[in-house]
């Protein structure tokens, strides 16, 4: 259940940008819909795209693949970060979110987006008239749920208040636990969901990514700070801590990785993303791994004495988020 909001999804979600957005690898249309498919299969009912990946092209594939079993699956989908034409603008201005979500309507092929969240905090639009606009949406019946991404504590406080939020995206791993000062605490505070993306650092915690890792100039990884090849050796120190206790378990890094998520509260559901079939029945095996308290205990105390070299995003970039 992603909090009290009556939202209910499987343990672990589909982050599908990658399949068309930010990464080396954009995966041909058919190929994209039959992963989302193949995920389906698995007993994946959570899927999550957004208005600025591709831009547009994203909403059209997970629409297209998920539209057989539409009345199985939750689809989230994000508004703030595009226009009406695609072109990347930081707005949630209300008459363009409503025209926006008339867009993400039509791509995805539905009649009503089962979560709709605010790709990043406008500063300049009061989050109570964002928060206004979608209960209208909703009222329409265009909208189920009202979510934000990496929004602070009290902007989700603010939010809440207008219109209740199901659901809160944020990045969120073994090396990227700020959520975990104030921005979880709120959300078991108000019942609300808590959806880590990048669960595995980007590929990172996989242990696929080392110094000698090699990426093409439209991976977006290039661009940040934690990704540099001294950063990628500094870090490393994190897998060998996970493939440790992963060998234990007769289970992966990232199995690891994501199984620590799941045992952090009830409500948090992480959305890796993959291209790879192999990597997608990877992850989602993390659900039948078991971590004791002595597990979780030993990561704890392996992770802290770890120092993670590189901040996750450029500076200017970072200003956007958590406001």
């Known amino acids: ?11 672990l979600g589909l982050g599908c940008m990658g399949m068309s957005h930010h990464r080396s690898t954009k995966m041909e249309p058919d190929a994209a819909v039959a992963l989302v498919r193949k995920a389906v299969d698995l007993g994946v009912t959570f899927f999550d795209t957004a208005q600025v990946y591709g831009p547009f092209t994203n909403e059209q594939v997970v629409g297209s693949a998920l539209a057989p079993v539409r009345d199985q699956v939750v689809i989230a989908t994000k ?31 539905v009649e009503t987006i089962d979560l709709l969240y605010q790709h990043r905090v406008d500063p300049l639009v009061p989050i109570e008239e964002v928060a206004g606009t979608v209960k209208d949406l909703i009222g329409q019946g265009k909208v189920r749920y009202f979510g934000l991404s ?19 995206q944020s990045e969120y791993s073994l090396w990227w636990r700020r959520p975990e000062e104030e921005v979880l605490p709120v959300c078991g505070e108000l019942g609300i969901g808590f959806v880590p993306y990048s669960p595995l650092g980007r590929g990172f915690l996989t242990g696929a990514i080392d110094e000698q890792t090699t990426f093409d100039s439209t991976d977006n990884r290039i661009t940040l700070p934690r990704f540099t090849v001294e950063a990628r050796k500094a870090n490393q120190a994190l897998v060998v801590l996970l493939r440790a206790i992963a060998e234990r378990k007769g289970a992966t890094p990232a199995q690891v990785a994501l199984a620590w998520l799941l045992a952090q509260r009830s409500w948090i559901i992480p959305i890796p993303g993959t291209t790879k079939l192999h990597r997608l029945e990877e992850n989602l095996g993390a659900v039948d791994i ?18 993670i070299v590189g901040e996750r995003y450029p500076a200017e970039v970072e200003r956007k988020t958590n406001h």
């Open 79 to 109: 508004f703030g970060e595009a226009d009406a034409s695609g072109q990347h603008v930081l707005s949630s201005r209300p008459e363009l979110v409503r025209q926006t979500t008339e867009g993400s309507l039509a791509r995805l092929g």
């Open 150 to 168: 990496e929004a602070s504590a009290q902007t989700i406080r603010r939010a809440h208040a207008v219109q209740p939020v199901a659901a809160v």
């Open 290 to 307: 078991e971590l004791t308290g002595d597990d979780l205990a030993e990561i704890e105390r392996g992770a802290s004495e770890i120092h």
């Open 1 to 11: 259940m992603l909090g009290t909001s009556g939202l209910e999804v499987s343990a």
